[in-house]
């Protein structure tokens, strides 16, 4: 089943969020501890580290001075003074041999040393003599002037020496002291211990290991080791006991090579420090580890067995705490609301909120004054939905009575509109039928217009061709005078010729009269076409004069068409509009037979309304407002259904007196000043 917080009750709300704050209590006790815990066990283990580091400086110390001790011994030995009383080291050697040897036997016989026992004599100021380990080659005579600092530390200042050396075979804690005969320094004798000598010293136990490593330039001196295993530029020296060298981090003996540096890696305490020899060089670093697995588990224990007290005693102290608040400031309160809820549910709101509820202050008391307010605004709600319910009963039997007048009333509107819907499709038909006529009208009077101008048009065409004759004709005139001058001169000239001329003179003669009837005719015709054009210019002016009163009678009658045709337009508009209205009106009858049957369901509505809330118990109060006003509301509806009746009575008489309806046509009698005169 999937978790719903939604779902929960009160008391589920409040658990869940204080158990998700426990939890993250826990977790920061588990951090916090856990914390404290870390930093708990890195003291103690960094306590022991420095405990340990102490240890194996003061084990290096005492080792070296014992070798220093030893040597001191050999060093104060009567027979080394007579021995090295010779000049070459052989015959020093062959000296210590003779007196020495039965005396060092016996020593490593009765001594805890035993054959670990190194002795080593030198001759100033650093040539080997004798080395009591071993035996053949090597034994001495070789030159250490090149890599024992010691020695030359010792032939350089003639005082004992001891401490940690790095050498051909690694690290070595060595003890050199001089050699004096007469008072003369003449060598020095050395006694030295192997580095697992600290090891042994230390006393480590199960849990601990002690490692020694070389840097790059102690490994390049002691040659000896170059084939050991490495970790990034260390040498592995030797250590305590067997471990795992791969787990060993390179970081850690690098830091610890300059300075002392501890860690905690896991359940190892790991420290690292730098092994410093006689005169205080770096010569190689120590790798400590200790397993502190017991130490962890042990603060562990103790940590959770902390943490489980701890979150324990919060749970049982606040649970006792919110179990007391919630019970007591919550809850009781709570169950009362809970009872009011029941009584308001049934319908009872006559119930009474604690009053000590309401004077708290918190989210309670809040709640308690809501719920008081609700129960005062419920009433008024009820009490106001009551009074709404015999408004409305009361309104939908005036709107029914109201709805029938107005269904009457529509009807009628609707046969008003019908008849005058008739009329104005008469007056249509008339107002069309001119408006046909005017179009006829205007179409003769333009056509008579364009005749008119086409006369005019003619006429101008023949007055121009009676000009162009009468030019024509005067141009004949002055021939026929020309050629009469010429009959003058040729009877002139037959006459000078007599006899023979005479027959020239006739026909000149005859010439001369053609040319006076010509001259004559010619006269004659430019009289006639001067009248023709002076009729002709009187024809074209009075053309002309007529034209523009032909052209504004096709203008007003075209206006007269037009007019008609904005009749006719009005006309039909206006009864579209009658149609429209007869259509609005039979809708409206319609609409209020609705509105009546609506009113009567509205009215059961009502009724149905106050049986409802009459669900609700109000107190006594608020019943006598609702008496109160239920009789106020039955003399207004009494009241409004006599207006309305006397309101029906009145349109029945004006019914009476009045048959048809009594239309305001757009009456004026100067409308026909808007159009345009001529």
């Avoid at 190689?284 to 588990?297: L, Q, T």
């Avoid at 009329?423 to 217009?449: F, G, L, P, R, Y």
């Avoid at 010439?511 to 010509?518: D, I, T, Y």
Wanted: one cysteine or more; a negative charge; hydrophobic letters at 40%.
């Amino acid at each position: 089943m999937k978790f719903n917080y939604k779902d929960l009750n009160i008391r589920g709300k409040l658990i869940v969020p204080i158990l998700a704050v426990m939890i993250l209590i826990l977790v920061f006790l588990i951090i916090l501890f856990n914390n404290i815990s870390k930093q708990k066990i890195e003291e103690t283990a960094y306590a022991d580290s420095e405990k340990y580091y102490t240890i194996i400086h003061n084990s290096l110390d005492r080792i070296s001075k014992k070798a220093l001790l030893l040597a001191s011994n050999y060093a104060s030995m009567e027979q080394v003074t007579d021995a090295y009383l010779a000049e070459d080291a052989q015959s020093i050697r062959d000296s210590l041999k003779k007196s020495l040897t039965k005396q060092i036997d016996d020593f490593k016989r009765n001594s805890l040393i035993g054959d670990d026992l190194r002795i080593h004599f030198h001759k100033k100021p650093a040539q080997s003599v004798w080395r009591i380990w071993r035996t053949g080659e090597g034994e001495g005579g070789d030159d250490l002037s090149s890599f024992r600092n010691t020695v030359l530390a010792v032939s350089n200042t003639h005082q004992p020496v001891h401490g940690v050396e790095l050498g051909k075979g690694g690290l070595v804690i060595r003890g050199i002291a001089p050699i004096y005969v007469d008072g003369e320094y003449k060598g020095s004798v050395e006694s030295f211990f192997d580095i697992k000598d600290l090891y042994k010293q230390t006393a480590l136990d199960n849990s601990q290991n002690l490692s020694c490593f070389l840097d790059k330039n102690s490994a390049s001196i002691a040659w000896s080791l170059q084939d050991n295993p490495k970790v990034g530029e260390f040498t592995f020296a030797n250590q305590a006991k067997e471990s795992d060298l791969d787990k060993i981090k390179e970081g850690f003996l690098q830091k610890g090579a300059n300075d002392k540096f501890f860690e905690i890696s896991g359940n190892k305490a790991i420290t690292t420090f730098p092994v410093l020899d006689f005169a205080g060089n770096k010569a190689g670093v120590f790798y400590y580890e200790k397993d502190i697995s017991d130490i962890i588990n042990n603060y562990n224990q103790l940590l959770f067995r902390l943490i489980i007290t701890v979150f324990i005693v919060a749970i049982v102290v606040i649970f006792l705490f919110i179990f007391f608040i919630t019970n007591t400031a919550i809850f009781k309160p709570l169950n009362a609301f809970k009872e009011i809820f029941n009584k308001i549910s049934k319908g009872d709101l006559t119930t009474e909120i604690d009053k000590t509820l309401i004077k708290n202050k918190d989210e309670i008391g809040i709640l308690g004054r809501s719920l008081e307010e609700m129960v005062n605004m419920l009433k008024e709600m009820v009490t106001s939905i009551s009074y709404s319910a015999d408004h409305i009963a009361s309104a939908s039997g005036q709107v029914s009575s109201g709805s029938q007048q107005l269904s009457q009333g529509a009807n009628e509107q609707a046969s008003s509109a019908e008849e005058v819907s008739s009329s104005m499709e008469e007056m249509a038909s008339n107002i069309q039928q001119n408006t046909d006529n005017a179009q006829q009208t205007e179409k003769i009077s333009v056509e008579a217009s364009e005749g008119i101008k086409k006369v005019a048009e003619a006429a101008q065409e023949s007055l121009e061709s009676i000009r162009q004759i009468a030019d024509k004709i005067t141009v004949v005139n002055d021939i026929a005078f020309q050629t009469n001058i010429l009959a003058l001169n040729a009877a002139v000239e037959a006459a000078r010729a007599g006899e023979h001329g005479k027959g020239f003179a006739v026909v000149a003669a005859e010439v001369r009269k053609l040319a006076e009837r010509s001259k004559v005719a010619a006269d004659e015709i430019v009289g006639l076409s001067n009248k023709s054009v002076k009729v002709t210019e009187d024809a074209g002016e009075f053309m002309m004069e007529i034209i523009p009163n032909i052209e504004k009678t096709a203008k007003l009658v075209q206006e007269i068409s037009a007019a008609s045709m904005e009749q006719n337009s009005g006309a039909d508009q206006v009864n579209n509009a009658i149609q429209q209205l007869n259509q609005v009106t039979q809708q409206n009858a319609a609409a209020s037979e609705e509105l009546a049957t609506s009113s009567e369901e509205l009215s059961s509505q009502a009724d149905q309304l106050k049986d409802n809330i009459s669900y609700f118990s109000i107190g006594k109060e608020m019943k006598k407002q609702k008496i109160s006003f239920n009789q106020n509301a039955a003399k207004e509806k009494k009241d409004s259904a006599d207006n309305i009746g006397t309101k029906s009575l009145k349109n029945k008489d004006k019914d009476k007196k009045s048959s048809g309806i009594d239309l305001k046509m757009y009456d004026k009698r100067n409308m026909d000043d808007e159009y345009e005169n001529f």
